[in-house]
């Protein structure tokens, strides 16, 4: 296996903690912090290049707050400059692990994300089914859904440096490494990862690279994709997508120290549809999850009083609901959208005009 060596050099370089600048401030210029560091920009920019080439760089402390959304989020921002710093190290050794990534891993990759992973679902529904249409198959075909139980909380320093190690040979940049990992834990030291981060993002691919590995080098299994800590199996025999299972529980309690979500890990018919990724997928058309119609409802009620009361700008109001609209038209969703369009007549119309 070729290690990477003398990458260091490239991460401290001026243009790469430019480029990192330029990345971490988009769409962001104007908050405080990134105000702040780009009034001095080249000032601050030449420090933390001489912090680096020098190895006093110390990560700074993380703006904690909680996210609600499906469920609650404990997020750990870190400050502006450190954020930069992360871009420059994802910049030098993101694409080195990257292409060594089976091409359904779906989060958090450039040319991915979830259209692509739904698209890939749909693909290998329509598959199965023209293999059980040949092999004129009359039983049930079935998927097995798994997520892994407080995937970042549970991510363990030591096997990530460990497989880090197997692709970076650069004892500086492990230096790097091992500052960000160290400047954040969950409940014990050495075990979890910010979910803030852009290097988690990173870090959590590499980790579950190995699973991925498992399951088409190991298992050999044709049907299987994975979005960040979700993944789905299709087999043709619950019993066999039972064994796999133990199999997969097994790797990653030996190999990861991790754990499948006892709720989340389920087998199904797929006839009955896929729900993932915001989605209920089927192999020709995907619907909307009644969940995210009632929320937004709901939601857009309250927009809509707090724009009439003004306490809220159009502009606010409009981007929420074209955010949503966009998220509904990926989907097969026509019907309810003009159904929609009736019961929120005014609201629409302030996205389309």
Same mark, same amino acid.
């Given at each position: 296996m070729k290690t990477y060596n003398n990458l260091f050099n490239k991460i401290y370089s001026f243009e790469n903690l430019h480029l990192a600048y330029l990345k971490a401030s988009r769409c962001k210029r104007y908050r405080d912090n990134v105000l702040e560091f780009s009034y001095n920009l080249e000032g601050n920019l030449l420090k933390l290049q001489k912090e680096l080439l020098n190895q006093t760089y110390q990560h700074g402390k993380y703006r904690e707050f909680i996210v609600k959304d499906l469920k609650k989020r404990h997020i750990k921002a870190a400050p502006f400059r450190d954020r930069v710093? &992360? &871009?420059?190290? #994802?910049?030098?050794?993101?694409?080195?692990? %990257?292409?060594?990534?089976? #091409? %359904?891993?779906?989060? #958090?990759?450039? %040319?991915?994300?979830? &259209?692509k992973a739904i698209k890939k679902t749909q693909i290998f529904l329509r598959s199965i089914s023209d293999v059980k249409a040949k092999k004129a198959l009359l039983e049930d075909t079935y998927c097995l859904q798994c997520d892994i139980s407080k995937y970042f909380a549970s991510i363990d320093h030591k096997i990530l440096l460990n497989l880090i190690k197997k692709k970076i040979a650069d004892k500086k940049v492990l230096w790097l490494i091992q500052g960000i990992l160290d400047s954040s834990y969950d409940n014990e030291p050495g075990k979890g990862i910010p979910i803030g981060n852009l290097t988690s993002q990173l870090f959590a691919n590499i980790y579950l690279n190995e699973l991925d590995k498992f399951m088409k080098h190991e298992l050999k299994i044709r049907y299987y994709l994975r979005y960040m800590d979700d993944f789905l199996i299709f087999g043709f025999k619950k019993n066999t997508l039972r064994q796999i299972e133990n199999r997969i529980k097994e790797f990653l309690n030996n190999s990861l120290r991790l754990k499948l979500h006892p709720k989340k890990d389920i087998i199904f018919p797929i006839n009955k549809g896929i729900n993932f990724l915001g989605y209920i997928i089927f192999k020709d058309y995907k619907l909307l999850r009644k969940s995210s119609v009632k929320r937004f409802i709901k939601r857009t009620k309250i927009y809509q009083k707090k724009l009439d009361e003004g306490l809220m700008n159009r502009k606010k109001f409009k981007s929420s609901l074209q955010s949503w609209l966009t998220y509904a038209r990926f989907g097969n969703s026509l019907r309810l959208r003009k159904s929609l369009e009736k019961k929120f007549n005014y609201c629409l119309s302030l996205v389309v005009y």
């Open positions: 710093v &992360h &871009h420059a190290l #994802c910049n030098i050794i993101e694409p080195i692990f %990257d292409k060594g990534f089976i #091409c %359904d891993s779906y989060a #958090c990759r450039k %040319d991915k994300g979830t &259209h």
